[in-house]
């Protein structure tokens, strides 16, 4: 049962409060979280701030608490998430924004350098951070987002709208395209795109069997990758190779111990002109590019 948040206490005693509660729900960084959702509800960093909580404020922290300390991700309950120097609109049944997916995305800028007008590819888009974080470095870049999920369908559009107007870049950042990953190739020209980038779901059906709580809250459409975690991948380097140009990049999201299983599915697909592999911040495998050569892919 949730303790009682008060009104006409000071900011600090009900980020106290909170964070008991939280702590005791296991949450993993209960002071963070709880300062932070002191913070939406009252409008005031409780740390820099002798006000009281009113009591609607009480009212707003109590129900924020209680769906934080139910392990909903932080993310979902503030409604936005920052992503590189923006921020995007998530919520329920969209992936939420990582800083991992930021080496990603900086990683597929690079590909882009001295590119006029570059064709890019955003598959399996949710959110939209990846294409969208690519228009922030590339301005003139031409992105197509793909999203087959109607709920993160929700707020990628909005995302493609809004997430850049304040850096100058009119809406829409992205053209929106609802399709399947698995079909959408289709309608694509042979060597059309300067780039494809992606962060397919890639978890092994192990690895769902073991989520934490909050990525438990998550949509699993966007976590699943089979049996071995390699389904979408495998799709990808397939039927995808040849809608690029030659010289033109493949940029995908991996999991911290799937290099490995990356490199055979490329090679296997013909991939031999040039794959490379970054680390993120914690020096963890992250990120595969592949450019295509002059070879046949599949």
């Known amino acids: 049962m949730v303790n009682e948040i008060q009104a006409g206490v000071p900011l600090r005693s009900a980020m106290r409060a909170v964070q008991a509660m939280l702590s005791a729900a296991g949450c993993p960084e209960p002071d963070v979280d709880a300062r932070e959702l002191v913070r939406l509800a009252a409008g005031q960093d409780p740390l820099l701030s002798e006000r009281l909580l009113t009591a609607p404020q009480a009212a707003q922290l109590q129900a924020d608490a209680a769906r934080r300390a139910a392990r909903t991700p932080l993310q979902y309950i503030e409604g936005h998430w920052p992503f590189l120097d923006f921020e995007l609109a998530v ?23 001295g590119k006029q007008r570059p064709a890019v590819l955003d598959l399996c888009a949710g959110s939209g951070c990846l294409g969208i974080g690519l228009r922030r470095f590339c301005p003139d870049a031409q992105v197509t987002a793909l999203e087959k999920s109607p709920e993160a369908l929700y707020y990628l559009r909005q995302n493609a709208e809004k997430a850049l107007l304040e850096k100058g870049i009119a809406a829409p950042a992205v053209q929106v395209q609802e399709g399947d990953v698995f079909a959408f190739q289709a309608q694509l020209a042979p060597e059309s795109l300067d780039l494809i980038v992606s962060n397919p779901p890639y978890l092994t059906a192990e690895e769902m069997q073991h989520l934490q709580p909050e990525v438990a809250k998550e949509p699993a459409m966007a976590l699943d990758g089979g049996e071995d975690g390699g389904v979408f991948y495998r799709h990808i380097a397939a039927a995808y190779g040849e809608k690029l140009k030659k010289g033109g990049w493949l940029v995908l999201e991996i999991g911290c111990a799937q290099q490995a299983q990356l490199r055979e599915i490329l090679a296997a697909c013909g991939w031999a002109a040039r794959v490379e592999c970054r680390r993120d911040y914690g020096g963890n495998d992250r990120v595969i590019l592949a450019q295509r050569g002059m070879e046949r892919i599949c």
Do not use: F, K, M, Y
């Open 91 to 113: 919520g329920e049944g969209v992936l939420c924004p990582r800083s991992d997916t930021e080496i990603v995305c900086e990683a597929a800028a690079e590909t882009l350098q």
